[in-house]
């Protein structure tokens, strides 16, 4: 069975700096998605980013890149000038690209303060 | 405006009496699913459907029914909730295994 792993329960960040969230999944499959979600106090659950596994680059949304290491098994999200906006949980999230299922399997998240 | 609808967002009830809440989107996706999020665990998939009339047990599945009689709607029954079923409840829809969108939440309390 998939599992997804966030070993930071909490991270805090400067404004204007960066700050890099970690996400380890294990599978053996060989075609997937991976997501990071935003969850800010309105519960909201929001996209921040989308990655494809048989895409060896790297997605980036405006602030937001992912740093995919498919061989380590790894998805690490890098948030660069960081706002207060950007406060929230954030849950890695893997999904199976099987035509048979649609599991999907999330992280217990990582908590992001942003300090002024 | 492309969403995924939920109701109630909050309900407070007691143990036993049967409960539903209901999932509509309007962006005529195939995929819908059900989760719960509880602190500490993260979202976890309690039933999900790949199509009209097809639907299939996530990983937390005990306690909880579903239908998809139509392709808009996803009810999440629970025919004799417990305490432990207290939790944050959302839905979600996709287009096959692309990005899923998620309703805003319910919130469900059981006595």
């Known amino acids: 069975a998939q599992t997804v792993t966030q070993s930071q329960p909490e991270m805090s960040v400067q404004e204007a700096e960066t700050v890099t969230l970690s996400c380890t999944y294990d599978t053996s499959e060989s075609d997937y998605y991976l997501f990071w979600y935003k969850q800010p106090p309105s519960r909201q659950m929001i996209l921040v980013i989308r990655?494809?596994?048989?895409?060896?680059q790297n997605a980036t949304e405006n602030r937001f890149s992912v740093n995919f290491q498919k061989a380590a098994k790894s998805f690490s999200l890098k948030i660069s000038d960081s706002q207060l906006g950007d406060a929230a949980m954030y849950f890695c999230a893997y999904r199976s690209a099987r035509g048979d299922t649609d599991k999907l399997i999330f992280g217990t998240g990582t908590r992001l303060q942003v300090f002024p | 405006e492309a969403q995924v609808t939920q109701n109630p967002r909050y309900l407070i009830t007691v143990t036993g009496k049967k409960l539903t809440v209901t999932c509509s989107q309007n962006?005529?996706?195939?995929?819908m699913s059900w989760y719960r999020q509880d602190p500490g665990l993260g979202l976890r998939q309690i039933y999900y459907s790949m199509n009209v009339e097809v639907t299939d047990k996530g990983d937390v599945p005990e306690g909880y029914k579903v239908s998809r009689k139509e392709k808009r709607n996803f009810p999440l029954i629970l025919e004799s909730p417990s305490p432990n079923q207290t939790s944050l409840y959302f839905c979600a829809s996709s287009q096959q295994q692309d990005t899923q969108y998620f309703g805003p939440g319910t919130r469900l309390t059981v006595l």
């Open positions: 962006m005529n996706h195939e995929y």
């Open positions: 990655q494809e596994a048989y895409k060896q």
